[in-house]
């Protein structure tokens, strides 16, 4: 079963905590600190893997979790670093953030690989904050946070050439023709729900087509599969528009024409300029060569590259190809799209203060996560986050915001309660 389209939740491990021991040896009474730092969390990893097809194990499983890293111990051993989650996807595959919408990741190459969510780091055993008037510590930092995030998978195949046209047009026969496709072929339309991939060879020379479920009227507004043929559309370097010389409704295969044309400007005017042959398709329906002829010069006289074939007898076949070729060859793929890095949450030093329904909220990735690896149960380690909030300005920003003795103050997912110092 063929799926391009999959939402996914995932989340990063945390780091592990680090380590408040001392050292505890019989000749050594007096020992220093000596605790381990946390290893860091497991990150989620996207693959692409040039031997998968389709999202459609993403169907049955939605959400994946990374490991936490593990926590540090006495004797200065620090915790192991945990696995990372790596997810395989089609070559091809578009990572938006299923939220805003914008594009993440484009993973065109076999082996890409996108970081969606990094590993929180492990805490620091208490090891790392002996000072000279602070000579054991008896706090540690716990480890990060993991990050959780929600993405939108949509695959977008890799095709050199792809075949459009209306319902029934004679694209499911053709590329079962010219490669070893075998789609279902029936004369009704949309027999082709999925998109079919072909290899075609032209002497020393082969490129992949893709035939393309039917357009109708509308789908740029996502009329009958709309949308999910239009994205598969853009990857190609050149379009095969295949027109039905006698329609069974009795339409014209001109006006058919301009139907499909205009659908492909509405979606996208970059995919509309793309190199385009159209095909006067399914020719030995119609035995009078002249009024073959007719036909033909009506779609070459409106300006198009125009051909007529017969999947079926073979008729014209051999030129179109050749002729796509020829076209593929002096058209060469545009380099690989590099991978686009998502937007931070926020910059580590952005933080703000704002009054929500009577409570002081300080949001910011640095200013929250100092907190989240803070041991909030513990004297010293309340002290020392004091002094990191004084230092970056977040106490002084509380009091230009009025805060007064006994406020509430939120910051992530703790809670303080405002005290004025003397």
């Avoid at 208490?126 to 000072?131: A, P, R, W």
């Avoid at 239009?230 to 990857?235: Q, V």
């Avoid at 190809?321 to 949450?345: D, F, G, H, S």
């Amino acid at each position: 079963m063929f799926l391009d389209e999959a939402q996914i939740e995932v989340r990063s491990g945390a780091g592990g905590p680090g380590s408040a021991s001392f050292r505890r040896e019989k000749h050594v009474p007096r020992g220093g600190p000596d605790g381990g730092d946390g290893g860091d969390g497991g990150g989620v990893i996207l693959v692409a893997d040039r031997k998968m097809t389709t999202l459609l194990d993403y169907s049955f499983e939605t959400r994946f979790r990374a490991e936490d890293g593990g926590a540090g111990e006495g004797g200065s051993r620090h915790g192991g670093t945990a696995k990372s989650v790596k997810l395989k996807v089609p070559v091809g595959t578009l990572v938006k953030d299923a939220a805003g919408g914008e594009a993440l990741a484009d993973l065109t190459r076999d082996k890409q690989r996108f970081v969606v969510c990094k590993g929180g780091r492990g805490g620091r055993g208490n090891l790392h904050f002996t000072t000279s008037v602070r000579q054991a510590p008896a706090f540690a930092e716990k480890g990060e946070p993991g990050r959780t995030r929600r993405l939108k998978l949509e695959l977008k195949l890799l095709a050199d050439v792809g075949l459009i046209g209306l319902p029934n047009a004679g694209k499911s026969t053709l590329i079962s023709v010219v490669s070893a496709a075998r789609p279902k072929i029936a004369e009704y339309p949309f027999t082709t729900l999925v998109p079919n991939l072909g290899i075609v060879r032209v002497d020393d020379f082969s490129f992949v087509m893709a035939d393309l479920p039917g357009l109708i009227e509308g789908a740029a507004e996502g009329k009958g599969l709309g949308h999910r043929f239009l994205r598969h559309a853009e990857r190609t370097r050149i379009i095969v528009h295949l027109v039905e010389c006698l329609p069974a409704d009795g339409s014209d295969p001109l006006k058919n024409v301009e139907i499909v044309e205009q659908e492909l400007l509405r979606y996208s005017p970059d995919l509309a300029a793309r190199p385009r042959i159209t095909a006067l398709s399914k020719v030995d329906l119609i035995p009078d060569a002249a009024e073959r002829d007719r036909l033909l010069a009506r779609l070459q006289e409106s300006g198009r590259d125009a051909l007529d074939i017969s999947a079926v007898t073979a008729h014209g076949v051999p030129a179109l190809l050749y002729r796509l070729a020829k076209t593929l060859k002096e058209n060469p793929p545009e380099p690989a799209t590099t991978v686009i890095q998502p937007v931070p949450e926020s910059a580590d030093n952005e933080w703000t203060v704002e009054l929500d329904e009577g409570t002081l909220v300080v949001r910011g990735d640095r200013v929250e996560r100092t907190v989240a690896m803070t041991n909030l149960d513990n004297a010293e380690a309340l002290q020392r986050l004091h002094r990191q909030l004084t230092k970056i300005g977040v106490i002084e920003r509380l009091r230009e915001a009025g805060a007064k003795e006994g406020d509430t103050v939120r910051i992530g997912t703790s809670e303080f309660t405002y005290v004025e110092e003397e």
